[in-house]
């Protein structure tokens, strides 16, 4: 990237940001720091467009840090002979692995087949031939047949009654969160205004058209006020708000009509060595046919596996959807099936996450607005009020493309207005250079020079910390020689999470991080991937929190408190689970 990194992304960078909001007037604004938020403003600040971002929580906070975390191309689309879109998933699949190594990775998928299956064994090796074609066999591996000797050698806890052998193909994992603060950064380096906790309140109507929102600082200032409003003036806005959809409409329009059908997903989280399992593994549920996965994260602190996601309705807001009996029921039942010998019990579960699906409903019209444009089966882009562009759907594995389309979208509406005579001028704009890696500095040949280098000057750095960081592992060294040599030794690192005050200190100064929850739940996986959720190193990591931010002992005591709720707020399921065992 010609960025010339300026890695700092920061709440120095946040307040610069909210300074030039109120200074300033923006070819876009984008409202959602999620994925497709994130895709859109980078997409758009390479083609030389002065953008702004807001996001009312922390960034990818919602659906975007609550995903099965993979990078797939589709399988299923295969039997509605979507080969277009698995063809698009699949090459975006290829680019991911390639630019982005450090948050994607190769993963094998076992396929079990079982006496009265309703696909046989012959179309599903079909189809598999047709995937590995479709992605030019640029996948890790090429998918090959497997007889039930051959399976059970690979999951010898895997139940053998009834089957018939099995498949095994490769996709990819990710880490979604980082995979969103990482495009946003890259935004920020281009020059995107971009900060979190910020709220969208209302619009700014110009005549016929929303040229900018009024937004609420949620954060206090520096006299401690909490809630300042900021007009940020803008040619065109964006919408990105994923379940928020239509109570954001809602307050743009009293004519909204409702978008979103949205769907709630829940994952269950296990530690490795109470399920084994050397891939990922699909299993399909007898009554409904729903398909779920079980997804080993070997790089998610000392080792975990991801199982899900449920489909249920979800309620209209979404920041009330929440983990249920059924929920653990539906999930436990599918995994016993599957491993009746592991014999796994709500007890076993370390964490578990809910996430709400933005799917669209029936009416795909909004207010004002023609229809919308129905771009795949994973996301819409339509013109809604007041000039404004509104996004609903999408999927990680091919946001960089469609934040492209979003841009391109938002750019011909520019143009078509401005073309009547409505509006600002069209601008001179770049074309898109999304294709570009969204850090440089972990790239394959970006992070082996780091490698020698450490070597060259005796630096001992975990691979773990290189697989996560690439060359600014080389940062986080720093970081750590210098904390050790100006405060006490640090206190013992949880197993799966070293150099974890250094890794705190790189999230303050280049992530964005602004509250210890931010890390906890979407930097690292500290909460998701143990039993204690890491509140044991809070005390030690809040004074780092404090120092680095320059806040007094009192304002570090309401940080660990904050965390501390929010962490009892999450785990509030497991004791009406696990009483019933």
């Not at 960025?3 to 909210?18: G, K, P, Y």
């Not at 065109?236 to 004519?255: F, H, K, M, Y």
């Not at 964005?512 to 959720?533: C, G, N, W």
Request: glycine share 8%; with cysteine.
């Amino acid at each position: 990237m010609s960025d010339n990194r300026s890695s700092e992304f920061s709440f120095r960078t946040r307040q610069i940001a909210l300074r030039r909001f109120s200074n300033e007037i923006f070819d876009l604004l984008i409202i959602g720091g999620g994925i497709t938020g994130a895709a859109v403003v980078r997409d758009a600040s390479l083609r030389g467009l002065k953008v702004a971002l807001v996001e009312q929580s922390d960034f990818a906070q919602g659906t975007s840090s609550r995903s099965s975390k993979l990078i797939h191309g589709g399988l299923r689309y295969l039997e509605n002979l979507e080969f277009g879109l698995v063809f698009e998933a699949l090459a975006e699949r290829a680019h991911l692995l390639k630019t982005a190594p450090h948050m994607v990775r190769p993963l094998p998928f076992f396929f079990p087949v079982y006496e009265g299956d309703p696909k046989p064994r012959f179309i599903l090796s079909l189809g598999l031939w047709l995937y590995d074609m479709l992605a030019l066999f640029r996948a890790p591996g090429a998918h090959r047949g497997l007889s039930k000797r051959k399976l059970l050698q690979q999951i010898p806890f895997l139940r053998d009654e009834g089957l018939k052998g099995g498949f095994r193909y490769y996709d990819a994992s990710m880490w979604d969160d980082s995979l969103v603060v990482e495009t946003l950064r890259s935004a920020s380096t281009q020059g995107a205004a971009i900060a979190n906790y910020v709220q969208a309140v209302s619009p700014i109507w110009n005549e016929k058209l929303i040229q900018g929102f009024k937004v609420r600082d949620l954060e206090p200032n520096q006299e401690g006020h909490v809630g300042d409003e900021i007009e940020v003036r803008a040619h065109r806005v964006i919408v990105c708000a994923g379940p928020w959809t239509d109570q954001l409409g809602a307050r743009v329009s009293e004519n909204w009509k409702p978008w979103l059908n949205p769907s709630k997903g829940v994952h269950l989280v296990f530690d490795l060595k109470r399920i084994p399992i050397p891939g990922a593994m699909v299993m399909s549920h007898p009554q409904d046919g729903r398909i779920s996965f079980v997804i080993p994260r070997p790089d998610f602190g000392s080792g975990v596996v991801i199982v899900g996601t449920t489909d249920s309705p979800s309620p209209n807001d979404p920041a009330r959807s929440a983990i249920d009996r059924q929920d653990v029921t539906y999930l436990l039942g599918l995994l016993n099936r599957y491993f009746p010998t592991l014999d796994l019990k709500a007890s076993d579960i370390l964490s578990a996450y809910v996430g709400v699906r933005p799917l669209m409903g029936k009416e795909v019209n909004s207010e004002g607005s023609a229809s919308l444009q129905k771009v795949s089966r994973e996301h819409y882009i339509g013109r809604g009020p007041g000039g404004s562009v509104w996004v609903a759907g999408g999927k990680y594995t091919t946001h960089r493309q469609m934040g492209e389309q979003i841009v391109d979208f938002a750019l011909k509406t520019w143009k078509d207005d401005a073309d009547q005579g409505v509006g600002p001028a069209f601008p001179t704009v770049k074309r898109s250079r999304s294709a570009l890696p969204v850090n440089p500095e972990t790239t394959r040949e970006s992070t082996s020079h780091a490698r020698a280098k450490a070597t060259y000057i005796g630096a001992q750095i975990p691979d773990q910390i290189f697989d996560r960081y690439g060359a600014e592992a080389l940062d986080l060294y720093e970081l750590q020689k210098k904390q050790g040599e100006k405060t006490e030794p640090a206190a013992q690192d949880p197993e799966g999470f070293p150099m974890l005050q250094a890794q705190l200190r790189h999230a303050i100064q280049n992530e964005m991080v602004l509250h210890l929850e931010d890390f906890y739940l979407r930097r690292t996986p500290l909460y998701l991937s143990r039993a204690d959720h890491g509140l044991p190193w809070s005390k030690h990591l809040a004074e780092v929190w404090a120092q680095e931010r320059g806040l007094n002992e009192k304002e570090q005591a309401l940080e660990l408190d904050r965390l501390n709720q929010e962490v009892h707020d999450r785990s509030a399921w497991f004791k009406q689970v696990t009483c019933l065992e």
